[in-house]
């Protein structure tokens, strides 16, 4: 992991008991040789209920619960507040039957010490294959080939779906709550994340659910009628800070999916790069200049040498589009970029003095 790297996670770790990331993983502080007991798994009975067929959300958690895990680990992290020891409860869903799963990147953070409790009751100690700051997504692996694999649905979901949510808050393993899909697409507005972090890059494309989500359900799984998985959960809204309740957000499954496949392959992420700084186009600042749209992502730098400068693109471009996408802000055009690799070529859509332009772009990448 180099400075860069370090730094971004640095600054996510003192994110961690702020609006972002507070509730999805639980901290303790270690005291001097007696440390914080890790919460103990809850072994299932092997006694098999009959789920009626009017109940959707039992089924669900039938179906998922077996593979979501508890995620203990001790950490090491630096920040601003100098060096912090700790236990950190977070959850984790089974990627792959041969050991491998999904959880979120501040949940192992500076980890010096991994275990994983199963919904049977068994515990096991795992080792962090990897983690992108990026898109808060991490791997973990236990030494077992006979896991539960989760189904991961790559399909944006449907606004307003069933939405069930499994994880370990506050330590209580296998803990389902339900809701719906309560928006696509969202992203955490700059002032709360930090303008140009990691934190801003990974808290964009979200699913948004009212299923509630708490203090260690970080990496958990959002489950959809199905028993299919269709995002990993990653942050809340407080309501005491925000006087809104039940505000909840997960990365979609086909950027779990994405990350977790290159994370597995080759141990770290190849991120598209195109070599712009941004900021939302407001309808209100569309009116005020007699702009020809009211919204899309307003160029406000262009990296020199960047495969954006190469292109053509200006400060002052509107970005309306990447392929077929639509860019409506920051986090659209984040969003659209994760479909493409390194080296693909794409038309870019922007407005300029009034008119439309087509620019073609062969993507970077993006320096880890």
């Not at 100098?82 to 501040?106: A, C, F, K, L, P």
């Not at 700084?277 to 040498?305: N, Y």
Request: hydrophobic share 40%; proline share 6%.
């Amino acid at each position: 992991m180099n400075v860069e790297s370090r730094a971004r996670s640095t600054l996510l770790a003192a994110l961690l008991g702020t609006i972002l990331f507070a509730g999805c993983s639980e901290q303790h502080p270690i005291s001097q040789g007696n440390g914080t007991a890790k919460a103990s798994p809850q072994a299932t009975s092997g006694k098999s209920t009959p789920i009626p067929a009017d109940e959707p959300v039992a089924r669900v958690a039938s179906t998922v619960g077996p593979s979501v895990v508890q995620v203990n680990v001790r950490a090491v992290q630096q920040t601003p507040l100098g060096t912090q020891r700790g236990e950190v409860v977070g959850s984790g869903v089974i990627y792959r039957q041969d050991g491998y799963i999904v959880t979120n990147n501040h949940v192992v953070d500076g980890a010096t010490d991994v275990s994983v409790a199963f919904a049977d009751g068994t515990i096991e100690d795992a080792s962090v294959v990897g983690a992108d700051p990026n898109t808060e997504i991490a791997v973990t692996k236990v030494d077992r080939d006979d896991l539960p694999a989760a189904t991961f649905e790559g399909d944006t979901p449907v606004v307003g779906q069933l939405a069930v949510a499994i994880g370990s808050p506050s330590g209580f393993e296998s803990t389902v709550t339900s809701g719906v899909v309560s928006g696509v697409g969202r992203e955490f507005p700059s002032e709360l994340t930090g303008s140009g972090t990691a934190a801003r890059s990974a808290l964009t494309d979200l699913i948004q659910t009212d299923a509630a989500i708490s203090p260690g359900n970080s990496g958990g799984a959002l489950a959809d009628r199905d028993g299919e998985i269709i995002g990993i959960n990653v942050a809340y809204l407080p309501p005491a800070q925000t006087g809104a309740v039940n505000l909840g957000f997960a990365i979609p499954s086909d950027t779990a999916v994405s990350v977790a496949d290159q994370l597995i392959e080759k141990g770290e992420v190849t991120t598209p790069y195109l070599g712009v700084l941004t900021t939302d186009l407001s309808p209100e600042d569309a009116g005020r200049f007699d702009l020809p749209v009211d919204s899309g992502a307003l160029v406000e730098q262009v990296v020199p040498g960047s495969p954006a400068r190469e292109a053509g693109v200006r400060r002052g471009d509107i970005i309306t589009a990447l392929g077929d996408a639509t860019v409506v802000g920051y986090g659209d055009l984040l969003g659209a970029l994760r479909d493409y690799e390194p080296g693909d070529n794409v038309t870019l859509t922007v407005f300029r003095n009034g008119d439309e332009k087509k620019l073609e772009v062969t993507l970077g990448e993006m320096s880890q």
